[in-house]
């Protein structure tokens, strides 16, 4: 059953990006995830994993400025509380606006580094 999970996820990649819903939230894609638990551990952990990834998908819920922590938090929308590590730096720019690594995801000059929200 393995390889049948496998396959499904090879046809997915096959898909143009274009015509896909839209790109992965997370740093490791959904695909890759899924890929790397069922080649790891088989077919039911990798249709668990998937059913975390389809669960914990966009939108997000709510993102925020941990000041206690010094960093941006995100709640998936299943109320998974996610670090900025966790996320691919698209949607980090995406929902912050700000630039993860000292860089602008997409060449988007206009983005900003990250900084706190100013003090009420």
């Not at 090879?10 to 790397?36: D, M």
């Not at 966009?58 to 109320?79: I, K, N, S």
Request: with cysteine; charged share 20%.
């Amino acid at each position: 059953m393995r390889w049948l999970l496998i396959a499904c996820i090879g046809a997915y990649r096959a898909i143009p990006q274009w015509l896909k819903w839209r790109q992965c939230l997370f740093n490791e894609s959904c695909s890759t995830h899924v890929l790397r638990v069922t080649r790891d551990l088989g077919f039911l952990a990798g249709c668990r994993a998937l059913a975390v990834r389809r669960r914990t998908c966009r939108p997000l819920q709510e993102v925020w400025y941990d000041d206690a922590g010094g960093h941006w938090r995100f709640m998936l929308a299943d109320g998974t509380v996610a670090d900025v590590a966790d996320l691919a730096p698209s949607a980090v720019q995406l929902y912050t606006g700000i630039v993860v690594g000292g860089r602008a995801c997409e060449d988007d000059s206009s983005a900003r580094t990250a900084q706190p929200p100013p003090a009420l």
